[in-house]
């Protein structure tokens, strides 16, 4: 691709080196002269609504928005003229008399620097200590508290309609809309449904790009400002996307999680990822237990490895069930303990299958979101992989072509141009005859289909999903050249595993150790065995069911990584102090080598995971 | 018909069209009906209906044809009858049941309905041997509605039936579309719309061939060409007549701007509210797409192109560009901020051209008949022609089509005929909801793009709405931002918010809540607007709102400072029209109900409140409380001024003595104060009768030997009775009021002694204006030659002396057997002529420059029309140049005049014909053209004046000298006597202000309210009728001064009263009051 070309435009007498294609705003931005907006937001298309970036532009006979007008050779820009600064101030004078900020009560609102309302920092810096038009408190704004994540208050909205180009352009989820015309536009949700009885999925994009207090999430409302917490990028664990997060901490305390912008996620997250995992848990586990005349009961940790060394020493097979929410430091750990000190290989992955990844080049998050054919083949991204489905929902949004491959529904099968099922482009026997016996015309023209509309694509994507047929896969790694494959894996770090040998299978022995993290089990039946051992961060059926039940730290307590379905090797950090009572678990696995008389060296461990 | 498939085929399509319709002609009787939705809507369908009927059942041999809308909306249905294939005669307002006479009489008796034609419309010759009758029928040509008008984009509009596309092809349909395809390169195509000059007729002016030139020159494969028939604005109706009318017009039109820009689709954008145009489209792209004449290879040239209509839900910022595009590709119709522009990237991100519908209509005429050709219509500037829906209070509402550069008080009094019932013009709104209010000052501005925008104003889409001195501009200024305010899309700040905020500010002051400061406030928002909002919508929305308060800012501050609103319009403030627009305030409607119930006394006396003098304002007042009388609405307004006549001469026996105002503690203040008024007239009388109530010691100096100013010594005595004059004069001597006649100013005393030698604390100068104007011509100081109001003085004091039994010593003329000429037209020329021919002279001219529509003298309608029956012979049109005789007048030489260009007062400005002059002889000239004050008393700059020689006052009536207040005549100019008395009200109230205080606030008058329940029942007087007033034979006024009206029966005057609607009494309600309780009220006061 060829770099744009440079250009030389003024801004404010400075000289500027400005890109064709570029708006005002962004040169000004890139030579670091800030100019003030609120309806401008860098991930969002520009609406040039609200008129706060106005500019006076040599030759136009009216100020211009910055953040629409695109730059021309030698422009001249001023930002910072008395027609602009009155001009901004009157914007803002307006704003603040058209709905209720009572900005005391908000929890945006804060002192001059510690504000996180755009609205209340302009108008710090503006100096507007006055009401230009009477305030509007005599209307009574609607409060949409119908959605279980967030608030919707009207009336602190601006009407810069953020949240909606962020559900419309971001998410692609097209919930957020405008109603109404004049002084009677509002935010509405569809056909103006309340918030909690609308097609919204709780991506919470929408929180994420709101520049005042309008919509903020119940959980971390009030609770600190952004001047008071901490934010330290990560990586969710919640399913294979592997999804950069801002995790915003205050003490030990998770507030919140935000989607990072510059990801390949592109700021996106999925409810799941964003909300429940700041949702209070199921009771911790603390402190290890033992099953002593049928009851669960606290012990020490020297007590219960004993038990376990012991127990496990006379077994005749231990085997092992690992979380795919483990970073891989944690699951090479689990390997290394069984395959070391147990010798023993009966290990498998709670769930997790991870489908061949040699189909052909892979395609990475971002080719997703700018394809033009994506072809799905098994398998349900929407379900399971959420935010990959707004990236094909953001893709089919800009024209791309859909080809569905699928014997279940997809949500989006409305919008497939082509919808075949797995058995039509699936071979199912080898030599040419049998082919021809089981497979008629239409059948093979099935593959042929998929071949010509991937043939003829320029940037295609095909998704697809585990445990399909190996013909399947093997007419998958027919398709022309240019295709890029992503494997739609469940559980978060199954890449990882795989790449340490575990997979997803049953296991069996008269002993079993399920490493659990902070795995949810909910339906799962728990492997029989004669003596368990469960280690997990919180009460669930299995640890009510375990002999022998240890703490585990919990995904924003570990340290490690994660491999995505890209196979991109992600950072886990820890984002909370463990309580001291629980180790981590590679700790656990050398202490319990120890009272079997073997020896894990912690750095063996860690060298381990590095390999991989 | 078979599809065409080259230019050939067309031009034998056209041929053998034209045949088949002058065949049609040449039937018995062709019958053409407009059904525009205009048509339709005042019943044409049903007239169609009962022609076909009358027709069958006469079995007569006619084809009957609906045609579309030739604009002249206000006539639907309009009916158009061609008989044995000769003129056109086009006839107004045709119902159903006026069809049987209708083909009775002009087809079976060939003989025109002259009452119901409007004009013959022939197209060349009528053949020979028509009808004499239908000869007679004036020409389309010269009516003043059609004269003016010239047709380019609504040429086949009611001419053609718009559903069939062979009309369109006889009348050169396609035939610039074929000249383009078969000759034209496309770079022609532009060269020659931009040579023409066509500019955007959408509002936005720009050049349309520019326009073609960047879509052209921008890269892309695919382009749209769109119409822009979202034509939202209130009181426009332009585009959907043309689109109803001549639909092809519109794609030939877009087929050729498609050829010219390298486009292949064509898209229509047109409201769904147009339901007729709509179908009208839809069927005529079907038959051109039939003909091939939109499609592939038309006429079998390599050029193809379709055209498909996008229905809009009609939201108003939709005409602009952006948002139009937005609606068509399915999204929310708001606009974005350009660049880019739709030239380079418009709908679905490619190259897009926009034009309206009239730019496209007019582009096949301007491809057939040339660019020079265009050009020479119009102004250099903006050639060609506008197309305005003329609505409000005109009397020709309609379409019309005119040049470019026609002053705009043309359109309105020529094309539009003026405004109706007798209004005056106030202000015309162009350019729709966010255009601007032009006042009269601006009549003279020719219509076209810049020139209106010059003056304050848009040319818009199209639409011209035109108001009388009934509606204000406050209200006005709020009806179209309320409208503007709703449309906007709420996308951009300054338009959602501001737009809301100056509807606000604009609520406040129509509810006389407003302050001055609210002023700035509109400033200030408004610029905001205009300068930082998005779209044209929200830049344009305070046009309206600023042209109001830079033309009628007067008004604006009336419902600021004053809590009134001139026009009567603000609800709120206005508690009955009458009241409002009385210049004293008089509470007629409480009055009226107490004569309603036989309580004499107690009206009276509130009438006094406002207005000592009832019996004569009973008689000589224009009544300015009837002008707006909400009865007129249903039948004739009240005869107010009649009904208090009766009042005030039923309690003539009864002596007023003025009871005192104000709290003691003021009236002590005042005691011992002296106040001198100059002037015993109306404002003077009135303004000591206030002082003296308040309890200051008031001398009246008057000049002349009796008191009255003009009422007693100009107005003459068939008009006002001096007796009961005398009697309400005697009132304000009974509160104390010293009058002292026969002083005048700067001979028995000057302003200085008034205040150094005689004590008094302040002086208020009502000297009137007695003063007459001079013609200025040749000739003036030939014997015979009197000034009007002297004439009438020596009269009206004669009779004043007779009246009170003294001698007189007035130089009456003999004016027996003579001819008199009067020069103007206002109240003191009528009153000299009839006068004149009371002191026997066998003729009177009234000479005015004008014509008779413009006379001052209008506000008394029964004085021309009295002047008219008693033989007063009126010259209009004429001025004097020069008054002949050699030292006594033998006669006069007059101008003709016509009327040019407009003044100031909505009136044409007369101008001398050179050519024409000729003389009247005369024995007597009597020049009344208008008077100021007589300030020949005065030192230079003694006290500031203006150069009509009007005293320079502040808001309190003071003058340049502190102490020195001044009012009535001689500041307003001539006036009348309410118009005084209000100012005597006012400025004695400033007066006590500035002696107690020393203050000099604008003065208010504060009376109570009085809230009287109707007794009777209102629905018994519904179907009752203002009574005439009786009035002396015209036989029996000769040679004498008995008084014309003879006033009203006491039974006649208390059923009148009973007419009143009690407009007062729906006030208390909308403004949460309680209405009064009949009994209470009954009981209180009965005498």
């Not at chain 2, 119901?116 to 040509?141: H, K, L, S, T």
């Not at chain 2, 009206?796 to 004016?815: F, T």
């Not at chain 2, 005065?938 to 502040?954: A, C, I, S, W, Y």
């Not at chain 2, 208390?1054 to 208390?1068: F, G, I, Y």
Request: hydrophobic fraction near 40%; charged fraction near 20%; include cysteine.
């Amino acid at each position: 691709m060829n770099e744009p070309a440079l250009i030389q435009i003024t801004i404010d007498g400075r000289p500027v080196q400005a890109r064709v294609g570029q708006t005002v705003y962004e040169a000004a931005a890139a030579a670091g002269i800030h100019i003030p907006a609120l309806c401008y937001h860098p991930q969002l298309k520009p609406a040039g609504a609200c008129r706060i970036c106005l500019v006076e532009i040599e030759k136009q006979r009216a100020l211009q928005p910055s953040c629409t007008f695109p730059v021309a050779e030698g422009m001249v820009v001023r930002t910072d003229t008395p027609a602009v600064v009155a001009s901004r101030k009157a914007s803002l004078h307006m704003i603040f008399s058209e709905r209720t900020h009572y900005c005391m009560f908000c929890p945006a609102s804060g002192t001059g620097e510690t504000t996180d309302c755009e609205l209340q920092k302009l108008g710090y810096e503006h100096g507007l200590d006055c009401w230009a038009y009477a305030p509007n408190y005599r209307k009574q704004w609607p409060v949409d508290a119908t959605r279980k994540y967030f608030v919707m208050d009207h009336g602190r909205c601006i009407l810069c309609r953020r949240c909606v180009r962020a559900c419309e352009d971001i998410a692609a989820n097209h919930t957020l809309g405008v109603n109404q015309r004049g002084a009677r536009t509002m935010i509405c949700a569809d056909d103006d449904v309340p918030f909690g009885e609308s097609s919204c999925v709780s991506c919470g994009t929408c929180l994420q790009v709101c520049p005042t207090g309008a919509l903020h999430d119940r959980q971390s409302v009030y609770l600190g400002h952004e001047s008071q917490i901490k934010r330290t990028p990560a990586t969710c664990v919640g399913c294979a996307v592997g999804c950069s997060i801002h995790a915003i901490t205050r003490g030990n305390h998770l507030l919140r999680v935000e989607g990072d912008w510059d990801a390949p996620n592109g700021g996106l997250l999925c409810a799941a990822g964003r909300f429940e995992v700041v949702e209070p848990k199921s009771a911790r586990i603390l402190q290890p237990l033992v099953r002593r005349d049928g009851q669960p009961v606290e012990t020490t940790w020297d007590d219960a490895l004993t038990l376990i060394g012991t127990k496990f020493s006379e077994a005749h097979l231990v085997a092992g069930v690992a979380s795919p929410r483990l970073t891989t430091e944690s699951l090479a750990a689990f390997e290394c303990f069984f395959h070391d000190v147990l010798e023993s290989s009966e290990i498998g992955l709670l769930s997790g299958e991870v489908p061949p990844l040699d189909l052909g080049a892979t395609a990475s998050l971002r080719d997703v979101a700018e394809a033009d054919c994506i072809a799905i083949i098994g398998g349900n991204p929407l379900q399971n992989q959420k935010v990959l489905g707004h990236l094909i929902r953001r893709a089919l949004d800009n024209g791309a072509r859909l080809i569905l491959v699928n014997d279940e529904a997809t949500g989006i099968d409305a919008w497939a141009e082509m919808h075949l099922e797995l058995e039509d482009i699936s071979f199912h026997a080898a030599s040419p005859f049998e082919r021809l016996k089981t497979t008629y015309h239409l059948r093979v023209s099935g593959l042929l289909q998929l071949k010509k509309a991937i043939e003829s694509a320029r940037r295609p994507v095909l998704l697809y999903g585990s445990g399909l047929s190996s013909s399947v896969y093997a007419a998958l790694r027919t398709l022309p050249e240019q295709a890029r494959f992503l494997p739609l894996v469940k559980g978060a770090n199954a890449v990882g595993a795989a790449r340490l040998g575990i997979e997803a299978r049953p296991v069996r022995g008269d002993a079993l150790y399920v490493l659990l993290g902070d795995d949810q089990v909910d339906g799962l039946a728990l492997p029989q065995s004669e003596f368990t051992v469960v280690h997990a961060a919180v009460r669930s059926a299995w640890t009510d069911a375990a002999d022998v039940v240890l703490p585990s730290p919990t995904w924003a307590e570990q340290r490690g990584h994660v491999f995505n379905l890209e196979g991109r090797r992600l950072p886990v950090v820890p984002l909370l102090q463990p309580p001291a009572s629980v180790p981590a678990h590679g700790q656990t696995f050398v202490r319990l080598a120890e009272r079997m008389g073997q020896t894990l060296s912690p750095e063996a461990l860690a060298q381990l995971a590095v390999q991989e | 018909m078979a599809k065409l498939n080259t230019i050939q085929d067309l031009a034998q399509l056209r041929e053998q069209s034209q045949q088949t319709l002058a065949a049609r002609g040449r039937a018995r009787a062709a019958i053409f009906v407009g059904t525009g939705t205009c048509g339709i809507a005042a019943g044409a369908r049903e007239t169609m209906q009962a022609i076909q009927q009358e027709l069958a059942r006469r079995k007569l041999d006619g084809p009957v044809t609906t045609v579309g809308c030739i604009g002249m909306c206000a006539k639907e249905p309009l009916v158009d009858i061609q008989i044995n294939g000769g003129s056109h005669v086009l006839y107004a307002n045709i119902q159903p049941d006026m069809v049987p006479r209708l083909i009775e009489e002009h087809v079976v008796n060939t003989r025109p309905v002259r009452e119901w034609v409007i004009c013959r419309m022939a197209e060349g010759e009528p053949p020979a041997d028509e009808p004499q009758a239908i000869q007679n029928v004036p020409q389309f040509r010269d009516l003043p509605f059609t004269g003016k008008q010239i047709r380019i984009a609504m040429a086949n509009c009611g001419i053609i039936d718009p559903e069939k596309i062979e009309e369109y092809i006889a009348r050169d349909g396609y035939r610039a579309l074929a000249r383009v395809l078969g000759m034209w390169s496309p770079e022609e195509v532009i060269r020659v719309v931009k040579e023409s000059g066509l500019r955007g007729r959408g509002g936005g002016g720009f050049s349309t061939g520019t326009k073609w030139e960047l879509c052209r020159r921008s890269p892309g494969e695919t382009k749209y060409v769109i119409c822009n028939a979202d034509e939202g604005d209130p009181g426009a109706f332009m585009d959907r007549s043309i689109l109803e009318s001549d639909p092809h017009a519109v794609l030939e039109g877009m087929a050729i701007a498609g050829y010219a820009m390298g486009a292949r689709e064509g898209i229509i954008y047109c409201r769904e509210e147009y339901p007729l145009a709509i179908d009208r489209l839809e069927a005529a792209i079907a038959q051109a797409t039939d003909l091939g004449l939109l499609g592939s290879n038309i006429l079998g040239t390599k050029f193809s192109f379709d055209i498909v209509l996008k229905g809009g839900a009609g939201a108003f910022v939709c005409g602009e560009e952006t948002a139009l595009i937005a609606s068509v590709e399915g999204r929310r119709g708001e606009p974005r901020p350009r660049p880019p522009f739709p030239a380079v990237s418009g709908l679905w991100g490619k190259p897009s051209n926009i034009n309206n519908v009239k730019s496209y209509a007019m582009t096949p005429r301007i491809v057939l008949r040339g660019a020079e050709w265009f050009k020479s219509i119009g102004s250099p500037k903006s050639p060609g022609t506008a197309i305005f829906a003329l609505t409000g209070k005109v009397n020709n509402t309609g379409l019309i089509e005119v040049p470019m550069g026609i002053p705009l008080g043309d359109i309105i009094f020529d094309v539009g005929g003026g405004i109706p019932g007798g209004r005056s013009f106030k202000s015309v709104q162009t350019g729709g909801p966010l255009g601007g209010c032009l006042p009269a000052s601006s009549l003279n501005t020719p219509v076209d793009f810049d020139s209106l925008q010059e003056a304050g104003a848009v040319m818009g889409s199209g639409g011209m709405i035109v108001v009388d001195d009934d509606t204000c501009m406050v209200e006005l200024a709020k009806y179209f931002l309320t409208f503007a305010t709703a449309e906007s899309c709420g996308k951009c700040i300054p338009c959602r918010i501001g737009g809301q905020r100056l509807l606000e500010v604009l609520t406040r002051i129509t509810e006389g809540q407003g302050t001055r400061k609210d002023l700035q406030a509109i400033r200030d928002i408004s610029a905001h607007m205009m300068s930082s909002s998005l779209c044209g919508l929200g830049q344009r929305t305070p046009g309206p709102v600023m042209s109001v308060l830079r033309f009628f800012e007067q008004e604006m501050l009336a419902h600021i400072d004053e809590q009134l609103c001139p026009s009567g319009q603000c609800k709120k403030l206005v508690r009955a029209k009458c009241v409002n627009t009385c210049p004293a305030g008089v509470d007629t409607p409480a009055y009226l109900a107490l004569i309603a119930q036989g309580r004499y006394a107690e009206g009276l006396a509130i009438h006094r409140e406002r207005n000592p003098f009832a019996i004569i304002c009973g008689r000589a007042c224009p009544a300015f409380c009837e002008t707006k009388c909400r009865r007129a609405e249903l039948d004739e307004p009240i005869a107010i001024r009649m009904t208090k006549r009766f009042m005030a001469e039923h309690q003539l026996a009864e002596p007023w003595t003025p009871e005192p105002l104000g709290t003691p503690e003021q009236r002590q203040a005042s005691s011992g104060k002296k106040v001198a008024v100059i002037g015993a007239g109306p404002a003077g009388l009135t303004a000591a009768l206030r002082l003296a109530q308040l309890g200051y010691g008031v001398t009246v100096f008057e000049k002349l030997p009796v008191p009255g100013g003009m009422m007693s010594c100009a107005i003459p005595e068939y008009r006002l009775p001096r007796q009961p004059l005398f009697l309400e004069i005697d009132n304000i001597k009974r509160a104390g009021v010293d009058i002292r006649c026969g002083q005048t100013l700067g001979k028995d005393f000057t302003l200085d002694e008034l205040f150094d030698k005689h004590g008094f604390h302040s002086v208020v100068l009502a000297i009137g204006a007695w003063r007459s104007r001079q013609l200025g011509v040749a000739g003036e100081d030939k014997s015979g030659v009197i000034n009007g109001l002297d004439f009438l003085r020596e009269i009206a004091v004669d009779s004043c002396h007779r009246a009170l039994g003294r001698p007189s010593s007035a130089r009456i003329p003999d004016l027996r057997g003579k001819r008199v000429g009067v020069v103007g037209g206002g109240d003191v020329a009528i009153d000299a002529a009839r006068v004149a021919l009371r002191l026997g002279a066998r003729e009177v001219h009234v000479m005015y420059r004008r014509t008779g529509d413009d006379m001052p003298a209008t506000h008394l309608p029964e004085e021309i029309e009295g002047a008219l029956h008693e033989g007063v012979r009126f010259q209009t049109l004429v001025n004097p140049v020069e008054i002949l005789g050699d030292g006594a007048v033998t006669g006069v030489r007059l101008m003709r005049q016509r009327l040019a260009e407009f003044d100031d007062t909505a009136r044409r400005k007369p101008v001398a014909m050179e050519s024409e002059s000729f003389t009247l002889p005369l024995d007597f000239l009597i020049p009344a053209i208008g008077q100021t004050p007589d300030l020949s008393w005065m030192k230079p700059d003694q006290l500031t004046t203006t150069r009509g020689r009007t005293f320079v006052v502040n808001e309190a009536f003071g003058t340049s000298r502190p102490g020195v207040f001044a009012a009535g005549d001689a500041v307003t100019g001539p006036a009348t006597i309410v118009q005084a008395i209000a100012q005597g009200n006012l400025v004695a109230v400033a007066v006590d202000e500035w002696l107690r205080t020393g203050q000099m606030p604008k003065p208010r008058l504060i009376t109570p309210r009085h809230d009287f329940a109707p007794l009777h029942n209102l629905d018994d007087f519904a179907g009752a009728h203002r009574p005439s007033m009786p009035r002396l034979k015209v036989a029996e006024r000769e040679g004498n001064f008995k008084e014309v009206e003879l006033g009203l029966s006491e039974e006649v005057a208390q059923a009148e009263a009973k007419r009143c609607l009690r407009c007062d009494l729906e006030w208390l309600d909308r403004m949460g009051l309680p209405r009064p309780e009949p009994t209470a009220a009954a009981t209180k006061g009965t005498p």
